[in-house]
């Protein structure tokens, strides 16, 4: 029965396998895959919640969103800390966003270069592992994407290639196992669910240095305790911080997403839809023999690999999916690719199968990134990036005409369902009205189905408790050539898409409608809902014009 080599001391010296390829091609295709990755850049909306916790930790602030607020209202804490970088040096954060993230995956690329080698698959199953990653649309879009997606794959992958090495018998030496400890440790930092991987890795290790161990072989104490060790301090120092600054383990998004009766109903939809939309059902099937051989065989590094793959769709079935083009898949496609990998190599005989499997989850692949176009909820890629700067949405140019109308510093207070580029640039007080980064809301807020993983709203009564000024609900932009108009229908607030239920009684007595001026002579329409002395001095100024609200009756409701 074949399985993995015992632990090996520090002085084993397995020879590796000579290469059977050019010495130029790796570095070539990883050369071809960046530039196919930077192709493809772009930058989420979400990431200027990260982009504005790091500036305000690095005015002196801390990581809050807005001053004096200690809500956790990220799920990215390494990501946040080593985005404050950028504002510290002075950098343009989207760019520096970018490039972190473009090296991250060329990190997970070598890695799985790497653990390829160490499975022994040979140079050319390698290579096409890397191909496969690589070339996968959604892996390779969201490394430029802004958020912290690329680097936990980077940490999780460079975890899983340096477990291997413990577990094939390659380096089992307190140094080994205190850079596997130390990467365990920076996944979860940088997102709390890398554990739904990260456990399997890390438990797998420790079974095989026990085992090791327990087996007469040398003395295995340094290499536990560095195993251990690392992790529980990275991990626990953060959590204790966590409970001192935001009285919580958990993020405050948690509480915002979760609870929603139909999210395993929504989970698996979403695992599905990826499935076929990117082809993969002989990639699938072909997995069904490797699981067999890898049982059979009791094949560790397989196992694992495949116990972590598992456990990561379970987790995404069970949180709903998300409206993002598969970014939470991204995590685990390395994974995926290296036990495919493996599997067509190990558990399968036949070059033809191989070939069909390979071929197929390429085109599959392509075909993915040239027709997906968002379905039931789920906005492709294109469409997420046209939020920021398509003319009739232009999140980032609210943001913007915000901050140069009211100036810096200003204490008007805005709220917003699109709660990432518009607070960013427009540096004002805000409100995230689905509660992602509103302790109050997330708890309290009314249940809602505005979008995927996005289950709580804002109540009218809240925003007007908070003192809110603007509410920008999902930004309303009239196009250039719309007829003015001197009053607004109280129904016409539905636009806002953040108001749904509430009754025009329970509006305060002066609130008005503001038109604001944006370039290309197009308006953004909002919700003026108390006064404030920058606002009236924006209309004064800057051409902002307040129009009346008309209601049929006071209980008249959106």
Request: charged share 15%; hydrophobic share 50%; with cysteine.
């Amino acid at each position: 029965m074949e399985t993995d080599r015992p632990i090996a001391t520090a002085q084993d010296t397995t020879p590796e396998a000579t290469s059977s390829l050019p010495a130029w091609l790796l570095p070539t295709v990883l050369v071809g895959l960046l530039g196919l990755a930077w192709s493809r850049r772009f930058v989420l909306d979400d990431a200027f919640i990260s982009f504005r916790y790091a500036r305000n930790f690095a005015r002196g602030e801390g990581l809050v969103w807005n001053a004096g607020e200690w809500v956790e209202g990220y799920t990215n804490f390494a990501w946040t800390l080593w985005m404050s970088l950028a504002f510290f040096l002075d950098l343009e954060p989207v760019l520096f966003a970018q490039l972190s993230g473009l090296a991250a995956y060329l990190v997970s690329l070598l890695a799985v270069w790497r653990a390829a080698q160490v499975l022994e698959l040979g140079d050319v199953p390698s290579l096409v592992a890397v191909l496969l990653l690589g070339m996968t649309p959604t892996f390779a879009a969201y490394a430029t994407g802004g958020l912290e997606t690329s680097l936990q794959a980077a940490l999780l992958t460079s975890s899983a290639a340096v477990a291997l090495h413990i577990w094939r018998g390659r380096a089992a030496t307190p140094q080994s196992a205190a850079a596997l400890s130390v990467l365990l440790g920076l996944a979860v930092l940088t997102r709390l669910d890398s554990a739904a991987i990260g456990a399997w890795i890390g438990l797998g290790a420790l079974a095989v240095v026990l085992r090791s161990s327990g087996r007469g072989k040398s003395d295995m104490a340094p290499v536990l305790a560095a195993l251990v060790l690392p992790f529980c301090l990275l991990v626990g120092a953060w959590f204790a911080w966590k409970a001192g600054a935001y009285g919580e383990l958990l993020p405050n998004t948690y509480y915002a997403k979760t609870g929603d009766e139909g999210a395993w109903q929504r989970g698996l939809s979403f695992l599905w839809m990826y499935t076929s939309s990117a082809a993969l059902y002989p990639a699938l099937l072909a997995l069904i023999p490797g699981m067999i051989y890898a049982w059979r065989r009791r094949h560790t590094a397989a196992l694992v690999g495949f116990g972590a793959l598992g456990s990561w769709l379970l987790y995404v079935a069970s949180v709903g999916g998300d409206f993002m083009e598969f970014r939470f898949l991204v995590a685990a496609m390395p994974l995926g690719t290296l036990v495919l990998v493996w599997t067509l190599w190990t558990a399968i005989s036949s070059p033809l199968i191989r070939a069909l499997v390979v071929a197929t989850t390429l085109l599959g692949g392509l075909a993915h990134q040239t027709s997906f176009e968002g379905q039931d909820g789920v906005e492709s890629i294109e469409q997420l990036a046209s939020h920021l700067t398509h003319e009739v949405q232009d999140w980032e140019g609210v943001g913007q005409a915000l901050q140069r109308d009211l100036g810096e510093r200003s204490t008007a207070r805005i709220a917003t369902t699109a709660a990432g580029a518009i607070p960013y640039y427009a540096d004002l007080p805000a409100v995230d009205m689905l509660g992602l980064t509103d302790r109050w809301i997330a708890t309290n807020g009314k249940r809602v189905s505005l979008q995927i993983a996005h289950n709580r709203l804002a109540p009218l009564s809240y925003l007007v408790e908070q003192e809110v000024h603007i509410v920008l609900g999902q930004p309303w932009l009239r196009r250039p050539g719309a007829p003015p108009r001197t009053r607004y229908p109280f129904q016409h607030l539905r636009e806002l898409h953040g108001l749904r239920g509430e009754r025009a009684m329970d509006f305060p007595r002066k609130a008005s409608v503001l038109e604001i001026p944006l370039p290309d002579n197009r308006v953004l329409v909002a919700l003026y809902l108390q006064p404030h002395a920058d606002i009236e001095r924006a209309i004064q100024t800057h051409g902002w014009r307040r129009l009346p609200i008309v209601a049929q009756s006071p209980h008249e409701t959106l």
